[in-house]
């Protein structure tokens, strides 16, 4: 299997390990992706989780080309319901991921890191949506994503040139949190983990959630929206150990209840 999944600590480290290819993913690695998402929501015990790609050549070069797959109208007629890597568009997926990027992030690469929801990268990584240079379209969640999350301007730059950007660029882009040397990628991984660790895990769940499912509502209504990780959280005994924390000037004990 070359999708590795760790969880250690209440982090999953999810690692796409096809070094020889780029990391690129042909449709059984889809599969393996697609099962790992759904063991990550399945494990209560997981609070962030980290998706990179093996080596240091590439995160992810998308679609492998030289593995058979549907094209054309076939491909669009039988999308993938979560986009690449089952990832993009998915919403039931309620803890924060981190793309750590560690070299290429092209085509469905790029869509994985528009799918995280922070990115921190090596100085070496190089991303663009190079698919209209080839005749095709960023469907897997690449065109819808990208334009939400991104100024017009900025968003039809990175789709419509085809080019590819330096980690410097997609860092001014707003396509990436952090740029670092490639020798303290680990470091700053690392740095992001410990920050979102100090939280509340029941916390994190409802912020995602809350942005994730009520994009499409008025801003009064989103902040009544009945939802489970809403309600979790506010009936929760971290809440409380949060405020008993703060006042006994020492680190919460979260419990994720």
């Not at 982090?11 to 690695?29: F, Q, Y």
């Not at 070069?61 to 890597?85: C, I, N, S, V």
């Not at 959280?233 to 971290?238: N, P, R, Y």
């Amino acid at each position: 299997m070359s999708i590795d999944l760790d969880v250690s600590d209440h982090v999953a480290r999810l690692t796409i390990n096809r070094p020889e290819r780029l990391n690129a993913i042909d449709k059984s690695h889809q599969d393996d992706l697609r099962s790992a998402w759904e063991t990550i929501e399945a494990d209560r015990s997981v609070r962030v989780v980290v998706l990179t790609g093996a080596g240091d050549r590439a995160f992810c070069a998308g679609d492998d080309m030289r593995a058979e797959g549907p094209t054309g109208l076939d491909y669009w007629l039988h999308a993938r319901e979560h986009g690449f890597g089952h990832l993009p568009l998915r919403d039931s997926l309620d803890v924060p991921v981190l793309a750590r990027v560690n070299g290429y992030a092209l085509g469905g690469g790029l869509e994985l890191v528009v799918g995280c929801d922070l990115a921190v990268a090596s100085e070496d990584a190089v991303l663009g949506f190079v698919e209209p240079r080839l005749g095709r379209l960023p469907l897997d969640g690449g065109i819808v994503s990208l334009a939400r999350q991104l100024p017009a301007k900025w968003a039809m730059e990175v789709l419509l040139t085809g080019r590819r950007f330096s980690a410097a660029e997609a860092l001014a882009l707003g396509l990436l949190n952090e740029v670092v040397p490639a020798s303290e990628l680990d470091a700053a991984t690392d740095r992001w983990l410990e920050n979102l660790l100090e939280c509340a895990p029941l916390s994190l769940r409802a912020i995602k959630q809350i942005v994730r499912r009520t994009a499409h509502m008025t801003a009064a209504d989103a902040r009544m929206a009945n939802l489970p990780a809403l309600v979790e959280v506010l009936a929760s005994a971290d809440g409380d150990e949060g405020i008993r924390a703060f006042s006994e000037k020492r680190a919460p004990r979260w419990q994720g209840r």
